[in-house]
């Protein structure tokens, strides 16, 4: 369980747009709902304009920018709307996924002496993509590390290629 100070927020509710909502398949739907359940169990996230609350974040695609509207989660009182360009993170997602594929890819093939530095690889993927998130963010809201890659998750499981949804299972043919 992340440690508070006094100072820090913590997200109590989030929900997705219809666009982002509706997913793939139903893997896709698993891992949408394990991620946000796991960034809600445990989160350390404050707004810098509002840095003692609870909040609600709504999550919606415009454009090319995915929009985190924040609210009171008392009140539901507007807080912030803070649009996030995913230019930027095409090719750190692209990258991630196509580790993710490997390693599920191998995992199916029993290839277990493979397993170890492919799931390195894929962690270290995830933890950079999680950090450019955080900095990206930096200028609205304050989140400790753990946070960061649990929202860096939901970014990746938002914008998991459909092609890798129906095959991650599957070994790659040779």
């Known amino acids: ?5 006094a100072a820090s927020g913590r997200l109590a509710a989030l929900t997705l747009d219809d666009a982002s909502a509706a997913p793939a398949n139903e893997m896709a739907r698993h891992e949408r709902e394990t991620a946000i359940a796991d960034l809600l169990a445990d989160n350390q996230f404050a707004l810098r304009a509002h840095p003692r609350a609870a909040y609600r974040l709504h ?34 997602l692209r990258t991630y996924w196509a580790a993710c594929e490997e390693y599920y890819g191998a995992a199916a093939a029993g290839r277990a002496d493979a397993l170890e530095a492919m799931d390195a690889h894929r962690r270290q993927l995830h933890g950079e993509g999680a950090a450019q998130l955080r900095r990206r963010l930096a200028a609205h ?8 890659r ?7 499981v938002l914008h998991m290629p459909a092609a890798r949804l129906s095959n991650a299972a599957q070994p790659k043919q040779a």
């Open 150 to 156: 649990r929202l860096f998750t939901l970014l990746a």
């Open 1 to 5: 369980m992340t440690k508070r100070t």
């Open 141 to 148: 809201v304050e989140m400790d590390e753990p946070s960061a």
């Open 59 to 92: 999550v919606a695609r415009r454009n090319a920018a995915l929009i985190f509207a924040f609210s009171d989660d008392r009140s539901g009182k507007p807080l912030a709307e803070i649009p996030l360009a995913l230019g930027s993170f095409q090719r750190s």
